[in-house]
Nanobody, 119 residues
Framework: QVQLVESGGRSVQTGGSLTLSCAAS????????MGWFRQAPGKEREFVAA????????YYTDSLKGRFTISRDIAENTVYLQMSSLKPEDTASYHC????????????WGRGTQVTVSS
């Protein structure tokens, strides 16, 4: 059973930085792409970033490129999302997800971790 458990969310002030973690377990993830998504109240879920587990290739939504960095630690089976220069509009529940590399659909989802950015 695949499990994705996010952590690291908290309240920060505008301009602050935060690193989220996603601990993955249940199988080998070498053939997977791990993604981060976020959802703010009243808004649709938004793609943030993704990383191919095997190659380390990264993908970002254009508007967040330069402020957010995704990485993974293969030994720890953990994916990270480093966020900097945070803005109030970054306030959301951040979710980790996994899909087969080459597939369009993310199959596995974590429950999320809340990030709140205050002005």
């Amino acid at each position: 059973q695949v499990q994705l458990v996010e952590s690291g969310g908290r309240s920060v002030q505008t301009g602050g930085s935060l690193t989220l973690s996603c601990a993955a377990s249940g199988r080998a993830f070498s053939a997977y792409v791990m993604g981060w998504f976020r959802q703010a109240p009243g808004k649709e879920r938004e793609f943030v970033a993704a990383i191919a587990w095997r190659t380390g290739a990264t993908y970002y939504t254009d508007s967040l490129k330069g402020r957010f960095t995704i990485s993974r630690d293969i030994a720890e089976n953990t994916v990270y999302l480093q966020m900097s220069s945070l803005k109030p509009e970054d306030t959301a529940s951040y979710h980790c997800a996994a899909k087969f590399d080459g597939s369009a659909e993310y199959l596995y989802w974590g429950r999320g971790t809340q990030v709140t950015v205050s002005s």
